[in-house]
């Protein structure tokens, strides 16, 4: 599992991440599910509602930029080695290789800017990250599944989106079809069917939890 040790030290300010975890203020929201069911959607809408208090993780990632995204933030955009290098420095509270040769990564040092900030944090990740990242934060966190209304749904979203080649769509589909199976370890599962009503049953989820201390 790439998670790192709840004991590492944390490279920025040098205390362990498990101290950090513990800081009184600062919750975090948790966004998962296949590519294509809405999740960059989702995630936009919810930051922009100000009583969050919310601000976005931005991940690092070997993939190639696509032409509408922005360096620092949607993503920091870095090459294998450096994204490898970064391993080796314990940079990251989470890392996955999504697809190959495509590794996405959490970098300590975003929640820690955020929380340090006094601000909550909102994560896009994939499902398998989401899963690590609700075992490390706990009851910080609140993990949501985003889920589509059926695979087919999916692929056509995928090609309206017109970001990935077909066969990298193929790998996405493919790979979706597992990820699914994994709905029940998230605190919430939230269907994108409608879009105005998963928004707005994502937002009542998410104000219930940050309710509470
Ligand atoms: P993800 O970040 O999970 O890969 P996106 O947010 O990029 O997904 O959404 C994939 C595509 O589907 C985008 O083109 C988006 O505009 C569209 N989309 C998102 N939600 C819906 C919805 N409820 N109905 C139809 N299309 C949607
Ligand atoms: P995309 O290439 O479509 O932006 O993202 C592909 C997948 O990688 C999505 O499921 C997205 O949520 C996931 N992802 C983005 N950042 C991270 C991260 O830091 N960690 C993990 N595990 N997955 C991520």
């Known amino acids: 599992m790439n998670v790192a040790p709840d004991e590492s030290l944390h490279p920025k300010i040098g205390i362990t991440f498990a101290t950090l975890v513990n800081m009184p203020k600062g919750k975090a929201i948790i966004f998962s599910a296949p590519s294509g069911a809405g999740k960059t959607t989702l995630v936009r809408h919810i930051v922009g509602m100000e009583d969050f208090n919310l601000s976005f993780s931005v991940s690092a990632t070997s993939r190639q930029k696509r032409e509408h995204e922005i360096e620092g933030t949607d993503y920091h955009f870095i090459s294998v080695a450096e994204f490898k ?114 928004q707005e049953e994502t937002e009542k989820k998410i104000r219930e939890f940050l309710k509470f201390e």
């Not at 990564?105 to 800017?113: M, V």
């Not at 690590?132 to 056509?156: R, T």
């Not at 994108?192 to 998963?198: C, E, K, S």
């Open 85 to 198: 290098q970064k391993v080796v420095a314990e940079e990251f509270l989470e890392w996955q290789e999504v697809y190959k040769d495509q590794f996405y990564g959490t970098l300590k040092s975003e929640i820690e800017k955020i929380w340090v900030s006094g601000r909550n944090v909102i994560f896009d990740v994939d499902v398998v990250g989401g899963i690590n990242l609700k075992k490390i934060i706990g009851g910080k966190a609140l993990a949501i599944f985003l889920q589509p209304p059926s695979i087919e749904a999916l692929q056509l979203r995928l090609r309206n989106r017109s970001t990935e080649t077909t066969e990298k769509i193929a790998m996405r589909i493919a790979k979706a079809k597992n990820e699914l199976t994994f709905s029940n370890q998230f605190d919430v599962i939230i269907v994108n069917d409608v879009l105005a009503v998963a």
